[in-house]
Nanobody, 124 residues
Framework: QVQLVESGGGLVQAGGSLRLSCAASGQTFSRITMGWFRQAPGKEREFVAA????????WYADSVKGRFTISRDNAKKTVELEMNSLKPEDTAVYYC?????????????????WGQGTQVTVSS
């Protein structure tokens, strides 16, 4: 079992930056792949980024490549999402997710554990 708690959301102007953090507890964190998803009102939950437990490989949605960076600290059991050059279309509830699997990272159904979400609002 893994428990996830996100923090760091808020309101920011377009072009600004935010850093989201996800604290994990429970199962061995170092063998868990972590991901970030987001869901805007009226839209489906979409993949943002993921980081593998095995070798630290990262994956990003095309919409955030070059602007967002995912990182993890296995000792602290945290994963962060650094978001730069934010756009109004980045506005959503952002969710941290975890899976013991090592494939299919861009699919929500791959993830077994989810946080409660944190709101990110980017004003134009």
């Amino acid at each position: 079992q893994v428990q996830l708690v996100e923090s760091g959301g808020g309101l920011v102007q377009a072009g600004g930056s935010l850093r989201l953090s996800c604290a994990a507890s429970g199962q061995t964190f170092s063998r868990i792949t972590m991901g970030w998803f987001r869901q805007a009102p009226g839209k489906e939950r979409e993949f943002v980024a993921a980081i593998s437990w095995s070798d630290g490989s990262t994956w990003y949605a095309d919409s955030v490549k070059g602007r967002f960076t995912i990182s993890r600290d296995n000792a602290k059991k945290t994963v962060e999402l650094e978001m730069n050059s934010l756009k109004p279309e980045d506005t959503a509830v952002y969710y941290c997710a975890a899976t013991p699997l090592n494939h299919g990272f861009s699919h929500a159904q791959t993830y077994r554990y989810w946080g409660q979400g944190t709101q990110v609002t980017v004003s134009s």
